[in-house]
């Protein structure tokens, strides 16, 4: 029997590694909260899901998912071509000067591309970002994109994405006072229809070789 995995997009890169170490494994992925609406509906067909760890206690609170096991945390930060500029963003001033110097501003339209927008909005910058803003559903889309553009633009995103991206590199953590930290966790679908290897996969996920498999995706 295969075993089916659904992942959101910061735990998809961990997932295939520890599903290639493993074998005989499919693996999904989707947005965190279009999975985690599906578990609540009966509508999705998985055997094991990874998840923010809040929609991770919500659906066992709901009799849904049992047997959670903690993966990390995922941070956001900076991404810019290959070859481009590498603007400083550890502190407020240079994350200002990177935003206000870069050609183009790339964010997703999920919670952290939000979140940056009212960063952007705080440091009084809405106005100079307006005509240089892209953004795009997924992470994915967003380094895609990035790869192929020949100028100095500045995207950010989780740091899971960025360092499975080609030809985009990681510049950094964003600053500490606006970073977001985002616990994930695993779990098993209370409808599995292989609870035995599922609970198995969920072993292996607090292995020493599993935790170092997620921790070079970038979890902390």
Same mark, same amino acid.
């Not at 960063?119 to 967003?142: C, H, M, Q, W, Y």
């Given at each position: 029997?295969?075993?089916?995995?659904?992942?959101?997009?910061?735990?998809?890169?961990?997932?295939?590694?520890?599903?290639?170490?493993?074998?005989?494994?499919?693996?999904?992925?989707?947005?965190? &909260?279009?999975?985690?609406?599906?578990?609540?509906?009966?509508?999705?067909?998985?055997? +094991?899901?990874?998840?923010?760890?809040?929609?991770?206690?919500?659906?066992? *609170?709901?009799?849904?998912?049992?047997?959670?096991?903690?993966?990390?945390?995922?941070?956001?930060?900076? +991404?810019?071509?290959?070859?481009?500029?590498?603007?400083?963003?550890?502190?407020?001033?240079?994350?200002?000067?990177?935003?206000?110097?870069?050609?183009?501003?790339?964010?997703?339209?999920?919670?952290?591309?939000?979140?940056?927008?009212?960063?952007?909005?705080?440091?009084?910058?809405?106005?100079? +970002?307006?005509?240089?803003?892209?953004?795009?559903?997924?992470?994915?889309?967003?380094?895609?994109?990035?790869?192929?553009?020949?100028?100095?633009?500045?995207?950010?995103?989780?740091?899971?994405?960025?360092?499975?991206?080609?030809?985009?590199?990681?510049?950094?953590?964003?600053?500490?006072?606006?970073?977001?930290?985002?616990?994930?966790?695993?779990?098993?679908?209370?409808?599995?229809?292989?609870?035995?290897?599922?609970?198995?996969?969920?072993?292996?996920?607090?292995?020493?070789?599993?935790?170092?498999?997620?921790? &070079? *995706?970038?979890?902390?």
């Amino acid at each position: 029997m295969t075993l089916r995995i659904l992942a959101a997009g910061s735990m998809l890169h961990g997932a295939r590694a520890c599903a290639a170490a493993l074998g005989n494994i499919e693996v999904a992925t989707d947005h965190g &909260h279009n999975i985690r609406n599906a578990v609540g509906r009966d509508a999705v067909d998985a055997d +094991v899901v990874l998840i923010p760890a809040d929609m991770i206690m919500e659906l066992q *609170s709901e009799g849904l998912v049992r047997d959670p096991v903690p993966l990390g945390t995922v941070g956001i930060g900076g +991404v810019v071509r290959l070859g481009s500029l590498m603007p400083k963003i550890t502190i407020m001033t240079e994350l200002r000067d990177a935003i206000t110097a870069a050609d183009a501003i790339l964010l997703t339209h999920a919670p952290t591309g939000d979140h940056l927008m009212s960063v952007i909005e705080n440091l009084g910058l809405t106005e100079t +970002v307006v005509t240089k803003l892209l953004r795009f559903d997924t992470s994915t889309a967003l380094n895609v994109h990035l790869a192929g553009r020949s100028d100095n633009a500045l995207g950010f995103g989780p740091e899971t994405e960025i360092r499975s991206a080609k030809g985009v590199g990681w510049i950094g953590d964003v600053p500490p006072e606006i970073q977001i930290a985002l616990p994930c966790a695993a779990a098993v679908l209370a409808s599995t229809k292989a609870p035995d290897i599922a609970g198995a996969f969920l072993k292996f996920l607090q292995t020493d070789i599993a935790r170092e498999i997620f921790r &070079h *995706s970038g979890f902390r």
